[in-house]
């Protein structure tokens, strides 16, 4: 069975700083990975998806990264702002139509 | 190109009620999820439909059911409703099940 976790749950960083977000899953076999950023009450905004054969994407400021023989995923955001605030998740899903399981979420404040 | 739509944004409904929340995909996608997030479970996902098909399900009782129509829309249903169904509910459409996936801003449901 599919678990992911993220660690940290929580993390405050001044603005400015890079700061690096984790994900880990336990089965290896997924069709691709994708880090959500979620606002309070608010839905999820798809951030990057990676799919199972690639080991890095990146947008602007995000780059995220996948090693599916260790079932790890990081998320690094360079000089971060305080509009970066906001919930961050990781998803996995084992084919394109499968269960999705969603991490917990890193909850991340940026103070100004 | 307009986003994903639900409706309504908030329902309050009474214990044993039912309860029906509908999804407008993003036009051209033929996938829509349903999850549900709750402070204690965090995201789950409760079932992805292509093409008028429920092609998977999440491990949540029958009293939670959906439905795809032809143009994609789709609408989920919850019977007999339990306090504990308290939570936001989300959809998401994408072109193939789990590719980029793009979420609405969900239905807030209290079940008081």
């Known amino acids: 069975k599919q678990e992911v976790t993220q660690i940290p749950a929580a993390l405050s960083v001044p603005e400015g700083e890079n700061l690096v977000l984790n994900c880990s899953f336990t089965?290896?076999?997924?069709?691709?990975l994708q880090w959500f950023r979620q606002d309070p009450g608010k839905g999820l905004t798809s951030l990057l998806l990676i799919q199972s054969s690639q080991r890095e994407q990146t947008s602007g400021r995000l780059n995220a990264s996948l090693d599916k023989s260790s079932g790890r995923s990081t998320l690094y955001i360079a000089a971060s702002q305080p509009g970066d605030s906001a919930t961050y998740l990781c998803?996995?899903?084992?084919?394109?139509?499968?269960?999705?399981?969603f991490g917990p979420g890193t909850s991340l404040s940026v103070i100004p | 190109k307009a986003g994903v739509t639900q409706t309504p944004r908030y329902l309050i409904k009474t214990r044993g009620q039912q309860v029906t929340l509908s999804c407008s995909p993003i036009s051209g996608h033929r996938s829509v999820s349903w999850y549900q997030q709750t402070p204690g479970q965090g995201l789950q996902f409760l079932f992805e439909?292509?093409?008028?098909?429920?092609?998977n399900k999440g491990n949540f009782p029958g009293r939670f059911s959906g439905r795809q129509f032809s143009n994609s829309r789709s609408e989920m249903n919850v019977s007999t409703l339990e306090l504990g169904d308290s939570a936001l509910y989300l959809c998401a459409s994408s072109l193939e099940g789990f590719a980029e996936a793009f979420f609405g801003q969900g239905t807030r449901l209290t079940v008081v």
């Open positions: 439909y292509f093409s008028e098909t429920q092609r």
């Open positions: 998803a996995v899903g084992k084919t394109s139509y499968d269960k999705v399981i």
């Open positions: 089965d290896s076999a997924i069709y691709n």
